[in-house]
């Protein structure tokens, strides 16, 4: 088997057992990179000679026959929303493109103190906003199993890079699907945790009550792992909770009850996705879980509730890139254009605008430029749903019916432990087939928003595949039980 | 259908400048999500409580201190180091007050 196939925990009892060093794994996937990223284009930036500074201590560690830390000298890469002390920060975005992080995203330091080896960041939708990676200021990424296939999105870069062998496992964010659908386009096992299980200091914010950070892997078990280390109650971020203790999960399929939402086998989705799913779900009842049909109501109102919310608390997070404390900045010497008078003279109030100060110019021209179109889309539709006169109808609005889709969930785990469902109603679709219309691409989202409306943890885990496309099986649980979750993945055997 | 006036009011609050096309083009966009949005008015919202955060936590305080060993201590020369113009170690910026 090649090095780069390999598990967390198979590299772990290798080098345990000195029959290769991390350096050597270090290097191997290096050159991989080197080789075949130029083809998919996962990564947005390398960073060889800390990544093989960081392989050698390990390699000293283990010569000095110090406990060695299951993660450590495992080679990852970092989806480049997630902070990492000394290396760029783009956000997928022209915004950030020279941003270096001053400081380590609280996952990143716990991932440090457990010596893992940082590969480099991964490419993603700018601000991840999007669903296919397209919206990336620098470049596309393409899906490994079908190169004229987009690999997803937002974390398409993380899902790329594990399902082409890049790195052995990596981290992503997920606001509405965004490790979930690439995972599933991909073919590889993607978890967002419950919300709050996992700390955000550190993760360029998009939607603060929907953002959380997860693992990206080739196996379920390799994702148990990494969730393990990187879960946990920080004092950084307040919206951040210990996860309660679990007694030991005696774990036996007979005593499953798994529901299937019918809202989920939407009109559209591809039959052989839905044939798929239905096939897996027999497989599980087969091996003696009890199948119940259930329904959660309100799930045809999570997509426009999410298309309310998510840019609105985008507006507002996005508002610090003004140009003046950090990132592309209009008003700065090394960048001074002029500015665009005629421009000027269009937008609002004429006479306030042009005896204003310049100070104006450096926040319009500076966003104007920094920003892509889609990130300006959401910033727009989050501001008119936040305005006077609006906000009532709209985002009040949605933060009631946000309580309505929990209150399904929560009726419906009174009756069964899991929920399985698809996770998109399509394989990955055909690079720039969705990107001209907005909408079109938003529905790609229609069965994964609904999980972070109601904060619960999912995992998707590939099942099966159309015609060489990966199709991914979403499961959800109840609040902080990933690891109830994990191990009911865990039983599904692909082979 | 958002008029190019709201659309205009919007990208203002937003502090985005918009070309005249982009205002064309993101009027329509808008619009078709906002038509979209509109199914939410379907929905029979008495007596529901708004959900801000799907995970209750109540009162997360901490101490108001400076943290001098914090996250490094060069913490403020790096954050200043990032910022487009500075003088005399603070940020600077164009005038604000006349």
């Known amino acids: 088997m090649e090095l780069t196939e390999l598990t967390i925990n198979q590299i772990h009892q290798g080098l345990i057992k000195k029959e290769f060093s991390a350096l050597e794994l270090c290097k191997t996937y290096l050159e991989k990179i080197q080789k075949k990223d130029k083809e998919i284009s996962a990564y947005l930036a390398v960073s060889k000679e800390s990544a093989l500074s960081q392989a050698k201590k390990i390699d000293e560690m283990i010569s000095n026959s110090k406990e060695l830390p299951i993660l450590a000298g495992i080679p990852f890469a970092v989806k480049d929303n997630i902070l990492v002390e000394g290396i760029k920060c783009t956000a997928g975005s022209k915004i950030l493109e020279n941003y270096i992080a001053p400081y380590d995203a609280t996952v990143i330091k716990k991932l440090k103190e457990r010596g893992v080896v940082i590969l480099g960041k991964t490419n993603l939708d700018e601000f991840a906003m999007g669903s296919s990676t397209e919206n990336s200021a620098f470049f596309i990424t393409k899906n490994p199993r079908d190169l004229n296939r987009v690999p997803g999105g937002s974390s398409g870069g993380s899902a790329a890079a594990v399902a082409a062998d890049l790195c052995i496992f990596a981290l992503g964010s997920d606001t509405g699907g965004s490790i979930r659908q690439p995972a599933s386009f991909c073919g590889v096992v993607g978890l967002k945790p419950t919300y709050g299980a996992v700390s955000r200091y550190g993760l360029i914010a998009f939607a603060s009550s929907l953002d959380q950070i997860g693992p990206m892997t080739k196996t379920v078990e390799d994702c148990q792992i990494v969730f393990n280390t990187i879960k946990g109650k920080d004092l950084l971020d307040s919206t951040s909770v210990e996860m309660p203790e679990f007694k030991n999960l005696e774990f036996k399929i007979k005593n499953l009850k798994i529901g299937v939402p019918k809202e989920y086998f939407v009109k559209g989705m591809d039959s052989e996705v839905e044939k798929i799913i239905k096939k897996v779900i027999k497989k599980y009842e087969e091996m003696g879980a009890k199948i119940e049909e259930i329904s959660l109501p309100h799930t045809e109102y999570a997509l426009p509730c999410y298309y309310i919310i998510a840019p609105s608390e985008a507006s507002a997070n996005l508002a610090r890139y003004d140009g003046i404390k950090y990132g592309y900045s209009k008003g700065s010497r090394l960048k001074a254009q002029k500015p665009i008078q005629a421009k000027r003279d269009e937008v609002g109030d004429e006479v306030k605008l042009q005896r204003a100060s310049k100070l104006l110019d450096v926040y319009l021209e500076s966003r104007e430029e920094g920003f892509g179109p889609e990130v300006r889309r959401r910033i727009m539709l989050g501001t008119y749903a936040l305005s006077s006169g609006y906000y009532e109808a709209y985002y009040l609005r949605a933060q009631k019916v946000r309580t309505l889709i929990r209150k399904d969930f929560n009726a419906a785990f009174q009756k069964v432990d899991a929920i399985f469902t698809p996770v998109s109603p399509t394989p990955a679709f055909k690079i720039k087939e969705k990107i001209d219309d907005p909408l079109k691409m938003y529905l790609s989202d229609i069965l994964t928003v609904s999980v972070n409306l109601a904060g619960l943890p999912a995992i998707s885990v590939p099942v099966d595949n159309i015609r060489g496309l990966p199709v991914g099986l979403q499961i959800i649980g109840q609040p902080f039980e990933e690891n109830k979750i994990l191990e009911i993945a865990k039983i599904y055997d692909r082979d | ?98």
């Open chain 2, 1 to 98: 259908m958002i008029s190019s006036e709201e659309v205009k009011h919007i990208a203002k609050l937003a502090r985005l400048g918009l070309t005249e096309q982009e205002i064309g083009k993101f009027q329509k966009e808008l619009s078709k999500t906002l038509d979209y949005i509109e199914k939410l008015k379907e929905v029979d919202i008495t007596n529901i409580e708004p959900t801000s955060y799907s995970v209750l936590v109540e009162n997360v305080m901490r101490n108001d201190e400076m943290c001098l060993n914090g996250t490094s201590a060069n913490g403020a020369k790096k954050l200043l180091e990032l910022a487009p113009e500075t003088k005399n170690g603070f940020l600077k910026t164009k005038s604000i007050l006349k």
